[in-house]
């Protein structure tokens, strides 16, 4: 199976592994270990989706996505079909639980809105006399 990989965390991917188009990334994982609220922080955290690479099962890198930052949908399908297998001259359906992570591309606009903001939260706070901890 294919798998994804974000700054040393590495996921594995359904068989409709991801759907992307120029300003949505939806991936779907099997075998995820962490909770949702985990995984809901991971991929809330730009420091992991800000570059993504999609690995063939053999490790070989077949894509890279950048800029997919914005979560907008953490989801999950219990016992959901994965695949189907053949024992002993008998189809065998392979079940496992799906998480669905969305997530969008952060537009020039919103980004400009929030580096704004930012920079406003700051000087409020330096005129204020706050100094802001790190």
Avoid: C, P, Q, W
């Amino acid at each position: 199976m294919e798998k994804i990989k974000m700054n040393g965390k590495t996921f594995e991917l359904d068989f409709t592994g991801i759907v992307f188009s120029e300003n949505r990334l939806v991936i779907n994982m099997i075998n995820v270990t962490e909770g949702l609220e985990e995984i809901e922080k991971i991929f809330s955290d730009t420091v992991y989706t800000d570059r993504i690479e999609l690995a063939s099962e053999s490790d070989i890198l077949i894509k890279i996505f950048k800029g997919f930052t914005k979560l907008t949908e953490v989801s999950k399908e219990v016992e959901a079909h994965v695949s189907t297998k053949i024992v002993d001259d008998e189809e065998v359906v392979i079940k496992s639980d799906i998480i669905k992570i969305v997530l969008d591309k952060v537009s020039d606009v919103e980004k400009r809105v929030s580096d704004l903001e930012e920079t406003v939260d700051i000087l409020v706070l330096e005129n204020l006399g706050v100094k802001e901890e790190k």
